[in-house]
């Protein structure tokens, strides 16, 4: 019997892996349908609120219209944002060529030359390099979208037909276990997304006022930025706290000032993830942040920076659908938290 279980381990753990080399080499096809998949279990209610009321076609194309609008919107105040700081950072070039010197200096006279491996490795063929880079990622961004949307459009068609077709299946279980899993998921992606978007919010109203307060410039692009990078867990604060302290260095003339606002600013994000976030989400989200942790950095590597957003919902995808079987209920116990005892319908 120990045997026979070591190998079922063994051909999951396989299974895994395989999954995870799949996911990442088909990830054009796989990561644009992730999203896809999400959208369509947050803007579903809207769609059937409004297929119920005009014709199917007619919901449909208000529910893309108001998808699209939102996702334009976010993106436009990131660009804004980004944008204005951006700027800031160019005209300000000097002042950290002068940081960069002193640095320089104070290296090489402790016996550390920072100009050979710069010059080794950050020539015109880098630059090169990563312009064309750059120009790729657009390009590929472009696509990714265009991909999710056509999913996202065909997806929003057969969520009704896909119910009937699992609801006529004659194993009874499986039919059971699909139909309440998606339920279960659907139902923590927009719980998750409500909760994101609130302490995203959060985040950013007191990331503002103490840029603000400090006299730090720029308060509410700040504001903002941290606000959109709050959607990724772990990777997107920090790079809200170290953006705002770059921008403190050509600022104010002592190093401690500097220190303490990305100190300040990691308290923050501290207070807002670990303490208030928590206790809002409340046991609907209950997961593991050891498995959060995980999800994040193991998306992120196989789908870059769009995995490190959808890790998580990923995770707590598997763990709604282990939830609703005997034999995988120990996964979800053992990585997740206390279920609410409550059934709703989609």
Not at 115 to 131: K, Q, V
Not at 211 to 219: K, R, V
Not at 278 to 297: D, E, T
Request: with cysteine.
């Amino acid at each position: 019997m120990v045997a026979g279980l070591a190998l079922k381990i063994a051909v999951a753990i396989i299974a895994a892996v395989l999954l995870a080399v799949a996911a990442a080499q088909a990830s054009i096809v796989f990561a644009p349908l992730a999203l896809a998949i999400f959208i369509i279990a947050i803007v579903w209610p809207l769609q059937h609120w409004l297929q119920g009321r005009m014709p199917k076609l007619l919901a449909l194309a208000i529910t893309i219209v108001v998808t699209v609008a939102v996702c334009l919107t976010f993106a436009s105040l990131v660009a804004w944002g980004f944008g204005r700081v951006g700027r800031s950072l160019v005209a300000d070039a000097p002042r950290y060529q002068a940081l960069y010197d002193a640095m320089v200096t104070w290296l090489d006279s402790h016996g550390v030359s920072v100009a050979g491996l710069w010059a080794e490795h950050f020539n015109i063929a880098w630059l090169l390099r990563a312009t064309q880079h750059i120009a790729g990622r657009v390009h590929t961004t472009l696509s990714f979208w265009l991909i999710a949307l056509i999913y996202l459009i065909l997806g929003l068609l057969e969520v009704d037909d896909m119910r009937r077709k699992i609801e006529a299946l004659d194993n009874r279980e499986a039919a059971r276990v699909l139909l309440d899993g998606s339920v279960a998921t659907a139902e923590k992606f927009r719980k998750y997304m409500l909760v994101r978007t609130q302490m995203s919010a959060l985040t950013g109203l007191l990331v503002g006022v103490f840029a603000w307060i400090t006299g730090l410039p720029f308060a509410i692009e700040w504001g903002v930025i941290a606000f959109a990078l709050n959607y990724i867990p772990f990777i997107g604060p920090f790079i809200a706290t170290l953006f705002p302290t770059l921008l403190a260095m050509t600022q104010f003339d002592s190093w401690q000032t500097v220190l303490g606002v990305f100190v300040c600013l990691n308290i923050i994000q501290f207070a807002v993830g670990s303490y208030i976030e928590p206790r809002v989400s409340g046991s609907i989200l209950s997961i593991s942040p050891l498995v959060v942790l995980f999800a994040v950095f193991f998306w992120t590597f196989l789908w870059g920076l769009f995995g490190s957003f959808i890790g998580v919902p990923i995770a707590l995808a598997i763990l709604s659908f282990s939830r609703q079987h005997p034999s995988s209920r120990w996964l979800a116990d053992l990585l997740g938290g206390p279920e609410q005892t409550k059934t709703r319908k989609i």
